[in-house]
């Protein structure tokens, strides 16, 4: 499956805005969908994921509250709702896909997902 993230920019602290993550080559719903941030000089670190239908969805704590994700399979279509930014949400920010349930349950990581975007930039200015 390919997946095209869209939807980064610039936001001001407070504000908000919408990514979405566009699959191809293979029905979305086949897969668990998770994002990803990476900030300059960091790790790429979890943000949350979603299952195959949509009932599930898990958050890192630095984001509890603030995103959700969602998803629309029969448009091959996730997204991701980000309000209440702050300036530490400034990173790229990549969609992924699993074939595997285990990333609802165990500790996140990047070798759990299977196929990965290209990323967006998303800019939070204080």
């Known amino acids: 499956v390919q997946l095209q993230a869209s939807g980064g920019g610039l936001a001001q602290a407070g504000g908000c805005l919408g990514l979405s993550c566009a699959a191809s080559g293979r029905p979305l719903e086949g897969y668990y969908m998770g994002w990803f941030r990476q900030a300059p000089g960091m790790e790429r670190e979890f943000v949350g994921a979603i299952d195959k239908n949509g009932a599930s969805t898990r958050y890192a704590d630095p984001v509890k509250g603030r995103f959700t994700i969602s998803r629309n399979n029969a448009e091959n279509v996730v997204h991701l709702q980000m309000n209440s930014l702050k300036p530490e949400d400034t990173a790229i920010y990549y969609c992924?896909?699993?074939?595997?349930?285990?990333?609802?349950?165990?500790?996140?990581?990047?070798?759990?997902?299977?196929?990965w975007g290209q990323g967006t930039q998303v800019t939070v200015s204080s």
């Open positions: 992924a896909a699993s074939r595997y349930s285990y990333v609802m349950r165990l500790s996140p990581t990047r070798s759990q997902y299977d196929y």
